[in-house]
């Protein structure tokens, strides 16, 4: 599904849902952004441990 597509069928389940239901909608899309941003720090932290460690592993090997 691309991106357009997926942004369409959101739209349309949109329209279909009463606007009593927007602030959990809302709330759930926002909820979901911030485990998105911890996923990606908590790779960008574990790469950079696998480097140190990779770069230990060398040290030690010498």
Known sequence: ???A???SEILELLDQLG???FPAILEYLKH???LTEMDEE???HL???MEEDDNLLRRLAE
């Open 42 to 44: 908590a790779a960008a």
């Open 19 to 21: 606007e009593r239901h």
């Open 1 to 3: 599904m691309s991106t």
């Open 32 to 34: 979901i952004k911030q």
């Open 47 to 49: 790469e950079k441990i």
């Open 5 to 7: 597509e997926a942004k």
